[in-house]
């Protein structure tokens, strides 16, 4: 069991950034890969990054690519998201989530936080 909780969420302005973390609980969490969605009302989640079990390995849905990245701290239980560029279309909620296997289908992931909104003016 991988417990998830995400942070760093805000509002900011068109062209900022924000850093969102995400800690999880155990001690397998080296074992996971993890990855990075985004849901806005009305809309589908929708894939935003993923990185493998020991970091070397990351892709990104091509809306942020470029844009944000992902990197983990093992050490501290911990996945980021830096996001840079920031535009009023990446308001969301952001969820982390922990799967076995690296992957960017949601099915692809076991365990998910409870998400933390994302807001961005124009």
């Known amino acids: 069991q991988v417990q998830l909780v995400e942070s760093g969420g805000g509002l900011v302005q068109a062209g900022g950034s924000l850093r969102l973390s995400c800690a999880a609980s155990g001690r397998t969490f080296g074992t996971y890969a993890m990855g990075w969605f985004r849901q806005a009302p009305g809309k589908e989640r929708e894939f935003v990054a993923t990185i493998s079990r020991s970091g070397n390995v990351t892709y990104y849905g091509d809306s942020v690519k470029g844009r944000f990245t992902i990197s983990r701290d093992n050490a501290k239980n911990t996945v980021y998201l830096q996001m840079n560029s920031l535009k009023p279309e990446d308001t969301a909620v952001y969820y982390c989530?922990?799967?076995?296997?690296?992957?960017?289908?949601?099915?692809?992931?076991?365990?998910w936080g409870q998400g933390t909104q994302v807001t961005v003016t124009s």
């Open positions: 989530a922990a799967a076995r296997v690296i992957g960017w289908g949601t099915p692809n992931y076991d365990y």
